[in-house]
């Protein structure tokens, strides 16, 4: 097709072919964790149906479980364009309970939770574009559990017709699978792929039935639905409100529009890119630089950091320069698709990616007025249709999908040519209209509002591709009623859709519509709890069975949140005065008297618990602190109380407590290698050959991400640091929405000095667990270091006020002083702090341990000149060295705090005690923060990530030196 001629952009195109049907997808499997025997899927029955264009597909499966345990269960699958989750259903003492909406986040939480006490919840939840997880728990020893899954779709529509296709996947493995399809309102339905099977008219309605075998059945089953062109106007109830929806005939038209010579090609390198055919995008491109003839790209590569633009000259559709330049790319990093600049000299921007954004900045940038926008993904499924589709519609252009290789043809011919285009929509008591206008080409628009006055009408304006604008009025009185909620779904979908271009400014609304309507998305999963004790203990309306019992027990147990908050902070004041009593009291320098009359051995001192200054300062209020009395028998652990009376404790070494707090401090951290063969490998390359050799060993532990830490560690310390993040931004790619992973990611960048990449990380983290007070203080401190002072201090406070889980007893004292050091040394406005908590307690030595996998038991260690070890067993030194809470349950944080450190060495160590779950990255990764000076202008602070796998083992972390 030649370009740039006004008779070449008038030129009537064919009508764009069907598209062929989708690959095949493989049959989602049923992934349990530690299960002997796989789990089998003994039956499923899928029942569909179709009227007016919209689909239904009720699939129940029944999982049996051959193994001599309870399992947990998790099936992940994708659907297929517009396929769209609005039910689910678990079975519960042998019935099957339907799921309510809940948000996502809560979702999780609950489901784990609960999980914890081996009961039966169920939850199903969208993780990225349109994949989707089932959670299933328990599945009983020797027994089975059924769950149903409803799918809505407006089908898609081509110029033969609709087009219904069926996720036959979900069945290919039952030993026994049923099929039940039933069509009304349109022609008899034609296979379109040699299927078999057909429909037969029955009482009005072309119907279908088939049993058998699940691995008879067909890999893909898709139909073609004739429609007759003509308006077809229906309307749908959802809890009392009407809405309607309208399919609209326009003259099937194309003309091949006038093609760009200045192009944008922005390119998604990132780690995921490796799963789209790039072979049939360059098909594409190929098709569409032949049209353009003469030109210039400006190629940007987005990755987790965009490249910087390069220019490639293309003459009569020769871009082979340009091609080679992309097959050369190395595929690796995150998907930061916000990270780019539109540059006004482009006319027209084409984005090849798969529409995947984990990273960095998520929205889209602003194009100036007149510039298009077109994406292209050959990922199929793992498209994220919504994102992708928002951002061209807003800028006049499409978004194209390939499957397979042979889509590049149809697709090429939809890039090359101009459809139809909604020019105004406007309601007269039918609001919150939406058109999609992605089938005008075939010959069809669809429109979609609610209905608010029964006489209603809409007005729709659409420049047809020959120029002319045709002007129609559609009015709610024509519409039919059709039963079920298939129209209020469809509604609510193209809502959806229209606000997926920048889901963040419209996180609000989307959450409200997709709660409202039970549709699972990023805001909302659907959840079921096994009795209404769960559903009380969480604030979880239930389903219409339980609803009367809930909404009668709810009101007499309804928790004064204000109150609870209240009781909590007055708590928290308790303890913070405890700890100030502790910073205020004069600790002795001098020389331990055990040390002094038993000459003990180092590690003696260390595990003798707890020593006699401790002994007293726990037991007696009321009085300054003296020189301790001779050592105690080992007691048990105890809570901070006040000092004992000077008579009992002796003299102080005033000398020492002078000298204390006057010297230099300084840190050396250990050196902490990884032992794997492949890390031997990387460390003994030159700096030059370490990138190309990670390239090179990547393929074989592609799933490790101990390896991307690895190898970001190395790039690092050889000086190559943009090349280092790319690295360690894998982790964001690597297992779709584990917060864990995310964590380790946002602590190795706090690591590496880049705060700015780290914040959008613990947000991310936030959103998936908000019930960890983890989140929160991660993401403050993230804050502060990027310098976003009064935000870091509402996110510290949050750990502060929230009640917790009593797994996470003691962190809110250690956010608190981060909140109180952030406020003193910034000048922060303290107004919104209790007046009792806005002390700043400055410190000598801090040593902080955080650690990524949950059910985890760290412990940290420091052992001081006089050769006394702080843990867990010995929260309180001689010399007023204090341990924290020990933390047992994940997480952590502990925190060692000294403020006059006495002159000598302190070693830090960590230490594995044990684990109760499967580890991320194949073993325990460590974060540990060590900060001298703390709380001052002086302060210092080294960061230091590590991992352990083994119980028991034990690491040296660093030193401090005071001199």
């Known amino acids: 097709m030649a370009a740039g001629t006004a008779a070449d952009a008038q030129r009537p195109l064919p009508p764009t072919p069907p598209a062929p049907p989708p690959l095949a997808v493989t049959a989602p499997l049923l992934q349990v964790k ?518 009668r027990r709810h009101a007499l147990a309804s928790v004064d949140v204000a109150r609870e908050r209240s009781e909590r902070l007055d708590d928290i004041a308790r303890q913070f005065a405890d700890r100030q009593r502790w910073w205020e009291t004069r600790w002795p320098k001098g020389t331990p008297p055990q040390a002094k009359q038993e000459k003990s051995s180092p590690a003696a001192v260390a595990m003798a618990a707890p020593s006699a200054a401790v002994e007293a300062f726990e037991a007696r209020p009321d009085a300054s602190v003296t020189a301790p009395a001779p050592p105690a028998p080992p007691a048990p652990q105890a809570m901070l109380a006040r000092p004992a009376p000077r008579a009992e404790r002796g003299a102080i070494d005033e000398t020492a407590s002078r000298a204390a707090n006057r010297g230099d401090i300084t840190i050396a951290l250990a050196p902490w290698a990884p032992d794997a063969p492949y890390a031997m490998r990387l460390r003994a390359a030159s700096a030059d050959a370490l990138y190309p050799l990670y390239l090179s060993e990547r393929a074989q532990h592609a799933d490790s991400s101990a390896f991307y830490l690895d190898v970001a560690d190395l790039l690092l310390a050889k000086g190559q640091r943009e090349l280092a993040l790319r690295v360690l931004s894998n982790l964001a790619e690597m297992q779709i929405e584990n917060r864990h992973v995310l964590r380790v990611l946002g602590y190795r960048l706090m690591q590496a000095g880049a705060p700015t990449l780290a914040v959008p990380v613990f947000r991310d983290v936030l959103a998936m667990g908000e019930e960890e007070p983890q989140s929160f203080r991660d993401l403050g401190l993230a804050l502060e270091a990027s310098g976003q002072y009064p935000q870091a201090l509402a996110a510290l406070y949050e750990v502060v006020l929230r009640p917790w889980d009593s797994r996470f007893n003691g962190i809110s004292l250690i956010a608190l002083d981060e909140a109180t050091n952030l406020m003193a040394r910034e000048g922060l406005d303290a107004r919104a702090i209790d007046p009792r908590l806005r002390r700043a307690l400055p410190l000598d030595l801090r040593v902080v341990l955080g650690w990524d996998s949950d059910n985890s038991d760290m412990d940290l260690w420091v052992t001081d000149p006089n050769g006394e070890r702080a843990y867990y067993g010995n929260r309180l030194t001689y010399q007023g060295g204090q341990m924290s809470q020990d933390f047992t349950g994940g997480y952590g944080p502990e925190q060692f705090s000294l403020r006059d450190a006495k002159p000598g060495t302190y070693r830090v160590e960590a230490n594995f005690f044990g684990s109760r779950e499967q580890l991320v990255t194949g073993a325990t990764t460590l974060s540990l923060r060590l900060s001298t000076h703390w709380g001052t202008r002086q302060q210092r602070d080294q960061t230091v990530t590590l991992r352990l796998k083994d119980q028991a083992e034990s690491v040296l972390v660093g030193e401090f030196t005071v001199k």
């Open 34 to 551: 530690g299960a002997e025997m796989p789990v089998q899927l003994q039956r499923a029955m899928l029942d569909g149906t179709v009227a007016a264009g919209l689909a239904e597909i009720r699939i129940e499966l029944e999982f049996h479980n051959p193994n001599g345990r309870m399992l947990e269960g998790q099936l992940e699958f994708p659907l297929a364009d517009g396929q769209q989750v609005a039910g689910f259903a678990l079975d519960i003492d042998g019935v099957l309970r339907d799921a309510v909406p809940v948000p996502k986040a809560q979702g999780r939480q609950v489901f784990e939770a609960i999980e914890r006490r081996r009961v039966d919840p169920g939850l199903l939840e969208q993780t990225a574009g349109n994949q989707f997880r089932l959670r299933i728990y328990p599945i009983p020893a020797h027994g089975s559990r059924r769950v149903a899954v409803t799918i809505r779709q407006t089908l898609p529509v081509d110029t033969q017709g609709l087009r219904w296709t069926l996720p036959l996947q979900f069945a290919r493995g039952a030993q026994q699978a049923s099929v039940h399809l039933q069509a009304s309102g349109i022609g008899a339905p034609r296979a379109s792929n040699g299927l078999p099977w057909a429909f037969a008219l029955r009482d009005g309605r072309y119907q279908l039935q088939w049993q058998g075998r699940g691995a008879e059945l067909p890999g893909q089953a898709q139909w073609s639905l004739p429609q007759v062109r003509q308006r077809d106007v229906v309307a749908g109830l959802h809890e009392g409100q009407r809405y309607l929806m309208a399919q609209i005939p326009v003259p099937v038209q194309a003309v091949a529009r006038a093609m760009p010579t200045r192009i944008g090609l922005l390119w998604d390198a990132s780690g995921s890119a490796g799963h789209r055919d790039r072979e049939a995008e360059f098909a594409v491109l190929d098709r569409y630089f032949k049209a353009i003839g003469d030109g210039q790209v400006e190629l940007t590569v987005l990755r987790d950091q965009p490249e910087a633009t390069r220019r490639f000259g293309i003459r009569g559709g020769d871009w082979s320069a340009l091609r080679a330049h992309l097959q050369a790319l190395p595929l690796d990093g995150a998907s930061a698709l916000g990270a780019w600049t539109p540059q006004p000299a482009v006319q027209e921007y084409l984005l090849v990616s798969d529409g995947l954004s984990n990273y960095g900045n998520r929205s889209q940038p602003a194009l100036a007025a007149g510039q298009r926008l077109y994406a292209l993904s050959g990922a199929g499924a793992r498209t994220d249709v919504a994102r992708l589709r928002a951002w061209t519609a807003a800028h006049q252009g499409e978004l194209l999908v390939l499957s397979t290789s042979a889509d590049a043809a149809s697709a090429a011919a939809r890039l090359l040519q101009q459809g139809a285009v909604v020019l105004s929509l406007e309601g007269e008591g039918i609001s919150g209209l939406v058109a999609d206008a992605g089938a005008a080409v075939q010959g069809w628009l669809r429109v979609m509002g609610r209905i608010e006055k029964p006489g209603g009408s809409v007005q729709l304006r659409v420049r047809l591709p020959d120029g002319r604008i045709d002007t129609q009025r559609v009015g709610a009185g024509e519409a039919r009623l059709l039963p079920g909620g298939l129209v209020a779904h469809a509604w609510a979908n193209g809502q959806l859709a229209d606000w997926a271009g920048d889901p963040l400014a419209h996180a609000a609304a989307r959450r409200t519509l997709s709660q409202a309507f039970g549709l699972v998305g990023a805001d909302t999963s659907l959840l079921v709890l096994e009795s209404i004790d769960d559903y009380l203990q969480h604030g979880i309306r239930p389903p219409s069975s339980l609803r009367a019992e809930y909404d």
